[in-house]
């Protein structure tokens, strides 16, 4: 592996062969590990999301694997939220990059996973929000809970009783919370 003194790239992810499992904190690798029912929870709501964006030519959704290259003060913090939405109009072209994204995705979601620390998941929102973050979805399914984070400070907390909103982001987006955890 590399040497704990030695800072990282985000490009030097890329070429990492496990690289994808990992985000970049002030060029330090930090693993990034799921559970099954994390990332099982990931890949169901990117999966609602992505035929929410086909069918109405709204944006892109990316997995956990998508590196986000997005804080101007933090040039070797790279971070991969468990699934992402840019919205359409964003990338120039419509051209998705083929590495890492340099702007902030519309929605951030990160899907509380068993070795995740209250801390770090507050750290992420807080980087996610200043980079310029529209949305974040932060997913536990211990709870069976969502938490609707925005810039301006309000915090929802959604239950299997509530329906998820894409909110300005995605408008028209719902989802049942129960749906995520079924």
Same mark, same amino acid.
């Given at each position: 592996?590399?040497?704990?003194t030695?800072?990282?790239?985000? *490009?030097?992810?890329?070429?990492?062969?496990? %690289?994808?499992?990992?985000e970049?904190? *002030?060029?330090?690798?930090?693993?990034?590990?799921?559970?099954?029912?994390?990332?099982? =929870?990931?890949?169901?709501? %990117?999966?609602? /999301?992505?035929?929410?964006?086909?069918?109405?030519?709204?944006?892109?959704?990316? %997995?956990?694997?998508?590196?986000?290259?997005?804080?101007?003060? #933090?040039?070797?913090? /790279?971070?991969?939220?468990?699934?992402?939405?840019?919205? #359409?109009? #964003?990338?120039?072209?419509?051209?998705?990059?083929k590495? *890492? =994204?340099?702007?902030?995705?519309?929605?951030? =979601?990160?899907?509380?996973?068993?070795?995740?620390?209250? &801390?770090?998941i507050?750290?992420? =929102?807080?980087e996610? /929000?200043g980079?310029?973050?529209?949305?974040?979805?932060?997913?536990?399914?211990?709870?069976?809970?969502? /938490?609707?984070?925005?810039?301006?400070?309000?915090?929802t907390?959604? *239950?299997?009783?509530?329906?998820?909103? %894409?909110?300005?982001?995605?408008?028209?987006?719902?989802?049942?919370?129960? &749906?995520?955890?079924?």
């Amino acid at each position: 592996m590399h040497e704990p003194t030695q800072l990282l790239e985000p *490009d030097d992810l890329l070429r990492m062969p496990d %690289g994808d499992s990992y985000e970049l904190v *002030d060029g330090h690798p930090v693993e990034k590990p799921m559970g099954a029912e994390s990332d099982r =929870i990931a890949v169901r709501l %990117g999966g609602k /999301l992505d035929l929410f964006c086909t069918q109405r030519v709204a944006g892109y959704v990316f %997995g956990s694997q998508t590196g986000y290259r997005c804080f101007p003060d #933090r040039p070797r913090l /790279l971070r991969k939220p468990d699934a992402s939405v840019v919205v #359409r109009g #964003r990338f120039v072209n419509e051209e998705v990059p083929k590495g *890492d =994204i340099s702007i902030p995705p519309d929605l951030a =979601i990160e899907v509380v996973s068993p070795n995740d620390f209250y &801390e770090e998941i507050e750290e992420k =929102i807080s980087e996610y /929000l200043g980079a310029g973050v529209k949305l974040v979805w932060v997913v536990n399914p211990s709870t069976k809970t969502v /938490l609707v984070r925005r810039p301006n400070k309000t915090c929802t907390a959604l *239950d299997a009783n509530d329906a998820l909103s %894409g909110e300005d982001v995605l408008p028209g987006f719902s989802l049942p919370v129960a &749906e995520l955890f079924a």
